[in-house]
């Protein structure tokens, strides 16, 4: 055991080992004066035993060269910046090393080359050569790692043992990473980690004002940890990892019985079957300020009946105005929903919702002139009945070209004539919805596709807290995932069971031991959660890790491109050209104006095309010239669902 700074241990610890006990050798840690734990004030000195459980990387430190004049920064881990990172120069001796210091799994594969010729079997590798290092196994009982090697244009696989020696150097990436996959996986231990910060994304302009004199300068940055502190008698604190703090880890001499038993939710979910139910005494509530979450106060005591997967599904509000909300809506809501349009901007985007269903309406809501005479124009305003897709021979530019195209019905005057929209065709498309029947959750995942627009019509009289959907405008409904949750109660209302989910709160308890009473293993409340952008992107990414990215729709040809300026002019007789050029620019004018109404499904405006369709829902027979503007129609026709 050797006695190390705070800052050097968190350098070199592996969080994968946590928790780890410490013992404070000296220094004297003075948090503003003191810090408190479990509401008494007390302070950190030489001789305490404390336990680490949870480190996150508070600030991220970057100073820079001997010719860079500029003063050391702080970034903040979240930072908008796009970083490419510099190769380390200095070489790895062994490649126990490299695993010691390198990420090297399903996050990262370090790409290393040799400074000597290697013999692996029958594989020669060249002097120089890029080793993509993909993961560390034990094989026959010798920890290696699998390597891949690319030779004259064929991927080769071998194994290296960690006790191979040699010179190791890391290639250069090309790659850019945002600050936080940097110190995620960029950083190895005990190293420093030169980058260049590249560009800074997002709106912010003083942001970019205050950061813009970094860009394109090499800095070597440096994470700062917080430390979430356990002591011996079962409070919390956090502490900093720059702290002028000397330690000893002596977690393979303490006796952990020092401490109290503190688990976390992902300790609790972790415990088997056999240990529930079981009776907690929360030690620390959740950071995520929520009125579903009120009750769960420090030294509260709940029931936890059982751990299990739970389905959800995920939704987001439709708004243009604000940011939008995300939600996970448990199978058990009780609410009931109304189905609302769609809106689909390319005629791409219309072929794959029909393949999803059976009749698809909608109506256009920006006009397209086209060029050839196999295909049809638009006007906005025209209603559609989405048919079947097929691909048109058309000849572009004295060539015969094959061109994917989707056939739809247009309902005008009363008649219905077929036209033939390219896939390529950007546009506005909003569905009409023939339907104000009231749906449950489990009704709109058996009889149609998501994703779905929704408005809730009826509330959830069993929710945790208030029914936050029902204050939401149009919801979006994306798709099912499963995920982990606890079954509990309150210690004192053991019947008021709902779902805590594991893996998105963090919640400190005491276990005080076996519950005796009635078990259940159902909710009897609904949990509606409001999630984060981060918690949103992640649990989409966790359940569509082996899914492979929407097709693209395809792109204009290059020769209707340069030429869209002059379509309206060539599909216009010529002794009216002069005469009809302002109305053109007025139209297309309005269709902008119309384009972005229709983008807030939510809006109260009564001259929106939204309007119209919801009043058809509620059984209105109106024509489209009763129910909406000129904005919306192309010509003074009647035209009847």
């Not at 500029?70 to 070489?91: H, I, Q, R, T, W």
């Amino acid at each position: 055991m050797m006695t190390t700074t705070l800052q050097a241990f968190v350098q070199s610890l592996d969080p994968k080992t946590l928790p780890r006990v410490l013992q404070i050798q000296s220094g004297f840690y003075h948090g503003g004066s003191h810090y408190e734990v479990s509401g008494n004030e007390c302070s950190l000195s030489t001789g305490d035993v404390i336990k680490i459980t949870e480190l996150k990387v508070k600030k991220v430190i970057a100073t820079y060269n001997e010719y860079n004049k500029l003063p050391a920064a702080e970034f903040p881990p979240d930072f908008p910046g796009l970083f490419s990172v510099v190769a380390d120069k200095n070489p790895y001796h062994s490649l126990e090393e490299i695993v010691q210091a390198l990420h090297i799994g399903p996050f990262g594969n370090p790409n290393l080359y040799s400074d000597s010729e290697l013999h692996i079997g029958d594989i020669t590798i060249d002097k120089g050569k890029t080793i993509i290092f993909n993961s560390v196994e034990e094989i026959n009982g010798v920890k290696s790692i699998i390597c891949k090697v690319t030779i004259e244009g064929t991927n080769q696989s071998f194994i290296l043992p960690l006790s191979h020696t040699g010179k190791f150097y890391e290639c250069q990436d090309e790659r850019i990473y945002t600050l936080k996959e940097i110190v995620d996986w960029k950083i190895p231990k005990n190293r420093a980690r030169t980058v260049m910060l590249r560009d800074i994304v997002g709106n912010c302009t003083s942001q970019k004002l205050c950061y813009s004199a970094f860009i394109k300068g090499m800095m070597v940055v440096k994470p700062v940890y917080e430390l979430k502190v356990l002591t011996q008698y079962g409070g919390f604190f956090n502490l900093s990892s720059d702290l002028d703090v000397e330690v000893l880890d002596i977690t393979q001499h303490c006796d952990l019985t020092l401490f109290t038993q503190i688990l976390t939710t992902q300790d609790i979910f972790e415990k088997t079957t056999n240990e529930f139910p079981l009776v907690a005494e929360i030690l620390e509530g959740p950071l995520k300020h929520c009125k579903s979450y009120k009750a769960l106060r420090c030294g509260r005591r709940i029931i936890v009946h059982k751990k299990y997967q739970a389905d959800r599904i995920i939704a987001s509000e439709s708004r243009s105005d604000t940011p939008k909300r995300h939600f996970l809506i448990p199978s058990s809501y009780t609410g009931k929903f109304k189905r609302r349009p769609r809106f689909f901007p390319t005629v791409f985007d219309l072929n794959i919702a029909k393949r999803e269903m059976t009749d698809l309406y909608v109506v256009a809501t920006k006009s397209f002139h086209t060029v050839h005479t196999e295909f049809s124009s638009l006007n906005v305003g025209d209603m559609l009945q989405v048919k079947m897709f097929k691909s048109c021979e058309v000849l572009c530019e004295g060539t015969k070209t094959i061109i994917d195209t989707l056939e739809c019905i247009k309902t005008n005057d009363g008649k219905s004539v077929k036209v033939i929209l390219p896939l390529y065709v950007e546009g506005g498309f909003m569905e009409i919805v023939h339907d104000s029947k009231q749906y449950s959750l489990s009704e709109l995942c058996k009889h149609f596709q998501l994703p779905l627009n929704v408005k809730v019509s009826v509330r959830d009289l069993f929710t945790v807290g208030e029914d936050i959907l029902a204050n939401a405008s149009v919801l979006n409904l994306e798709e099912h995932i499963t995920d982990s949750y606890l079954l509990v109660s309150l210690y004192d209302t053991p019947e008021d069971v709902w779902e805590l989910p594991v893996f998105r709160l963090r919640i400190s308890f005491l276990v005080i031991g076996h519950f005796k009473g009635e078990v259940f293993s159902l909710p009897t409340k609904t949990n509606i959660e409001e999630i984060n952008e981060e918690e949103y992107y992640m649990v989409r990414r966790y359940e569509n890790h082996v899914q492979l990215p929407p097709p693209r729709p395809p792109k204009t040809p290059s020769y209707i491109s340069k030429s869209g300026s002059n379509i309206a002019k060539q599909m216009l007789p010529k002794d009216e050209n002069a005469e009809n050029a302002e109305e053109t620019l007025q139209l297309e004018n309005r269709q902008k104006d119309s384009l972005q109404a229709c983008n807030e499904l939510g809006t109260s405006s009564t001259t929106t095309l939204i309007e119209y369709i919801a009043r058809m829902e509620d059984g209105k027979n109106q024509s489209i010239d009763d129910a909406i503007p000129t904005t919306f129609c192309s010509t003074s026709s009647k035209l009847p669902l």
